[in-house]
C-alpha cells in the first residue's frame, strides 16, 4: 500500500494528557498538510509542510497543537493538554507540491477525549 | 463564518438518474474549486476541479459547473450508481494560499 498511512487508527485518552499522532505521506510528495474534521462538519485546515518547513498554520492551531516533519518525510502532530473539544479525526494529506494539485488523504486517527 | 455552503445535507436518488449537488460560495477570492468524495472510515478521494477562468469541466460520469457570478458550483453525477453513495465535499482555495475551505457535506444515496 503506497497511499498516505496514520497512527493510530483511533486514540482515546484522559483529559490533561498529551497525545501526538504520526502521518507518512506518499514516499515522492513534498507537500504534507493536517486537517482535523468534527462530526457534520466538513475538514478544516491545520497547518501545511513543504518538505520539512512549516509554511501555513490556521488559527485553530492553539499553543497547545504542535506539528513537525523534521526530515521532510513522515509528520507528527501532538496536543498537549487535552480537551473535550479536542476530540475529532485528524486527517492527513499529501501531495508533491504542484499548483492547484489534489490532495491524497489518509483514512485519519479518530481522538476520544475523555 | 460558512465561506463554502452546502445546504443540502442529504440526497437521495435512482440509480441510473442525475444527482446534482450543489455548493455556494462566499469570498470572492477564491480561485480553485475542488469536489471530494468520502466513504465511512476512509479519508476524503479527489472527485474532480475547476479553476475560476472556466465554467465547466467534465471527467466521465462527473461534471461540474461554475456560476462565479452567483458565485454557485454543482456537481452533476449521470447515470448515478449505487457505489456513488458517499458523503460528497466542496472545496475551495484562494491562489497563493494551501489552504482548502470545505463545506459541511452531503451525504448522497443511490438506490438500486
Known amino acids: 500500500d503506497t497511499g498516505v498511512s496514520q497512527n493510530p487508527r483511533h486514540k482515546i485518552t484522559k483529559r490533561g494528557q498529551n497525545v501526538t499522532f504520526r502521518c507518512d505521506p506518499i514516499s515522492e510528495h513534498n507537500r504534507l498538510y493536517w486537517y482535523r474534521q468534527t462530526l457534520g462538519q466538513g475538514p478544516e485546515f491545520l497547518t501545511y509542510f513543504q518538505n520539512e518547513a512549516q509554511l501555513e498554520k490556521s488559527r485553530l492551531l492553539s499553543d497547545r497543537f504542535s506539528a513537525e516533519r523534521p526530515k521532510g518525510s513522515f509528520s507528527t502532530l501532538e496536543i498537549q493538554r487535552t480537551e473535550q473539544g479536542d476530540s475529532a479525526m485528524y486527517l492527513c494529506a499529501s501531495s508533491f507540491g504542484v499548483a492547484n494539485e489534489k490532495l491524497f488523504f489518509g483514512s485519519g486517527t479518530q481522538l476520544s477525549v475523555l | 463564518d460558512q465561506q463554502v455552503k452546502q445546504n443540502s445535507p442529504s440526497l437521495s436518488v435512482q440509480e441510473g438518474r442525475i444527482s446534482i449537488l450543489n455548493c455556494d460560495y462566499t469570498n470572492s477570492m477564491f480561485d480553485y474549486f475542488l469536489w471530494y468524495k468520502k466513504y465511512p472510515a476512509e479519508g476524503p478521494t479527489f472527485l474532480i476541479s475547476i479553476s475560476s477562468i472556466k465554467d465547466k469541466n467534465e471527467d466521465g460520469r462527473f461534471t461540474v459547473f461554475l456560476n462565479k457570478s452567483a458565485k454557485h458550483l454543482s456537481l452533476h453525477i449521470v447515470p448515478s450508481q449505487p457505489g456513488d453513495s458517499a458523503v460528497y465535499f466542496c472545496?475551495?482555495?484562494?491562489?497563493?494560499?494551501?489552504?482548502?475551505?470545505f463545506g459541511k457535506g452531503t451525504k448522497l444515496t443511490v438506490n438500486p
Open positions: 472545496a475551495a482555495k484562494v491562489g497563493g494560499s494551501e489552504k482548502l475551505v
